[in-house]
Nanobody, 115 residues
């Protein structure tokens, strides 16, 4: 079973950037498809981006061209580089690992976009 710890959230002005990290432990990281999700107050949790074991990526339309997901299997870490942040990007961001049809969630990291 994998354990996930997300970090890197914070307060940023509109147009700014943040990089989130999610460190995994307890299992073979390279086996997992990794994803970032977010949940804003009063809204459902939504997919932001995911990256497969082979490095293929997929993004929500709302973040295409602004966010980049990547993984470093040597460091057991997945990243989410977020640029040109908008107020509507504000949410708690969660990382998720998927293997064999089972999902594992990390704790969230808060992203606030405000001037």
């Amino acid at each position: 079973q994998v354990q996930l710890v997300a970090s890197g959230g914070g307060l940023v002005q509109p147009g700014g950037s943040l990089r989130l990290s999610c460190a995994a432990s307890g299992s073979i990281f390279s086996r997992y498809t990794m994803g970032w999700y977010r949940q804003a107050p009063g809204k459902q949790r939504e997919l932001v981006a995911f990256i497969t074991t082979g490095g293929n990526t997929n993004y929500a339309d709302s973040v295409k061209g602004r966010f980049t997901i990547s993984r470093d299997n040597a460091k057991n870490t997945v990243y989410l580089e977020m640029n040109s942040l908008k107020p509507e990007d504000a949410a708690v961001y969660y990382c998720r690992a998927t293997f064999g049809g089972i999902n594992y969630w990390g704790q969230g990291t808060q992203v606030t976009v405000s001037s």
